[in-house]
């Protein structure tokens, strides 16, 4: 599965950046593709699809695993995008519960448990510690999505903890 998922979002980057498909049905210059999956193998791209991969990885398996859930989000989609076409961008708003699907599987399986380091451009006070300015700051988002005096019962797949009406967007 995880393979099929990884040339899938692979396949999705590289229309957006390139216009063609690399991998799977409907590669049309098929040398082309082995030297640029060849060259991939040490770029930024390679990283976003296997996160990408990871990510829709777990939220199948979640969904898998809670089929209440997944009973939910298929009648959202019948209710909101129908059976006669696939859901599209401009459905998004429209399907909170799977979005805040996403967001649960975001929250248990950060694809990046320790962000980014960070440096503190003030003095300032984090957690009731002092913190100088020009201090490096690690952030474990993996901790403060389980931690129990934030989330009511952490460990738990529960969308429902986090549905609310989205929009793409925010500015407007």
Same mark, same amino acid.
């Given at each position: 599965?995880?393979s099929?998922l ?6 999705i980057?590289m229309?957006?950046v ?16 082995r030297?640029?999956?060849? @060259?991939? $193998? *040490? /770029?930024?791209? +390679? ?6 991969a !990871?990510?829709? %990885? ?10 209440k859930?997944?009973?939910?989000a298929?009648?959202?989609l019948d209710?909101?995008?129908g059976?006669?076409?696939?859901a599209?961008e401009?459905?998004?708003p429209?399907?909170?519960y799977?979005h805040? @699907?996403? $967001? *649960? /599987?975001?929250? +248990? ?6 962000? !980014?380091?960070? %440096? ?5 006070m984090?957690?009731?510690f002092?913190v100088?300015?020009?201090?490096m700051l690690?952030?474990?988002a ?9 989330w ?10 986090l ?8 500015l407007?």
């Amino acid at each position: 599965m995880k393979s099929r998922l990884s040339e899938l979002s692979f396949n999705i980057i590289m229309r957006i950046v390139a216009g063609k498909r690399y991998f799977g049905v409907g590669v049309e210059d098929y040398e082309e593709a082995r030297q640029f999956r060849r @060259i991939i $193998n *040490e /770029t930024m791209l +390679l990283a976003g699809t296997d996160t990408s991969a !990871v990510t829709i %990885e777990w939220a199948m398996s979640l969904l898998l695993n809670h089929p209440k859930v997944l009973a939910k989000a298929r009648d959202e989609l019948d209710n909101q995008v129908g059976h006669n076409r696939l859901a599209d961008e401009p459905d998004l708003p429209k399907l909170h519960y799977l979005h805040s @699907i996403l $967001n *649960e /599987t975001f929250r +248990l399986f950060p694809e990046a448990p320790l962000l !980014v380091p960070h %440096e503190s451009s003030d003095d300032s006070m984090v957690g009731g510690f002092d913190v100088p300015r020009g201090t490096m700051l690690l952030v474990n988002a993996w901790a403060l999505h389980r931690d129990p005096k934030i989330w009511d019962d952490p460990t738990t797949f529960r969308p429902e903890r986090l549905v609310k009406p989205i929009s793409l967007y925010p500015l407007e």
